[in-house]
């Protein structure tokens, strides 16, 4: 966190999926961790538009991380759910090495499980702006119940 602002929304975010127990926090976020003359390992991006275009094209799988209330209002069809409330106990049964895209509804739950996704080999780029940006851009979408307006 480079602020007291991001470190406490940081907390708060990641106690609602479950992370409570914080050992600690980099204060001064990525910059400084880069001034220590440590390295940072990139997470690759990818727009929505880019991963349905690859969607079509069937070379990505998709891993859709939200809660299964989220999940059953509408999904990217062909993902896979897996929330990442359930991190703490497994990462998802998953092939580690196929090529994988990973949303939440707006991009911070996804960045998660990415990072721990990324930690454990797997093959991960981060869906920006989540399935929020999915529905903006008006792309196809599967849904398990129906929704009332």
Same mark, same amino acid.
């Given at each position: 966190?480079?602020?007291?602002?991001?470190?406490?929304?940081?907390?708060?975010?990641?106690?609602?999926?479950?992370?409570?127990? @914080?050992?600690? &926090?980099?204060?001064?976020?990525?910059?400084?961790?880069?001034?220590?003359?440590?390295?940072?390992?990139?997470?690759?991006?990818?727009?929505?538009?880019?991963?349905?275009?690859? @969607?079509?094209?069937?070379?990505?799988?998709?891993?859709?991380?939200?809660? *299964?209330? *989220?999940?059953?209002?509408? /999904?990217?069809?062909?993902?896979? #759910?897996?929330?990442?409330?359930?991190?703490?106990?497994?990462?998802?049964?998953?092939?580690?090495?196929?090529?994988?895209?990973? /949303?939440?509804?707006?991009?911070?739950?996804?960045?998660?499980?990415?990072?721990?996704?990324?930690?454990?080999? &797997?093959?991960?780029?981060?869906?920006?702006?989540?399935?929020?940006? #999915?529905?903006?851009?008006?792309?196809?979408?599967?849904?398990?119940?129906?929704?009332?307006?």
């Amino acid at each position: 966190a480079e602020t007291t602002e991001q470190l406490d929304e940081a907390r708060l975010r990641l106690a609602r999926v479950g992370i409570e127990n @914080l050992a600690g &926090y980099l204060d001064g976020g990525p910059a400084a961790w880069q001034r220590a003359r440590f390295t940072l390992q990139p997470l690759p991006q990818i727009t929505v538009q880019e991963l349905n275009s690859r @969607l079509r094209a069937n070379g990505l799988q998709v891993l859709d991380v939200r809660r *299964e209330s *989220e999940w059953e209002g509408g /999904h990217i069809s062909g993902a896979d #759910w897996y929330p990442l409330d359930r991190f703490k106990a497994a990462l998802p049964p998953i092939e580690p090495k196929q090529p994988l895209a990973v /949303h939440c509804k707006s991009g911070y739950r996804s960045v998660i499980a990415c990072s721990l996704l990324q930690r454990a080999g &797997y093959n991960v780029t981060n869906v920006i702006g989540g399935f929020d940006a #999915w529905l903006e851009a008006q792309l196809p979408r599967e849904s398990d119940t129906a929704v009332s307006a």
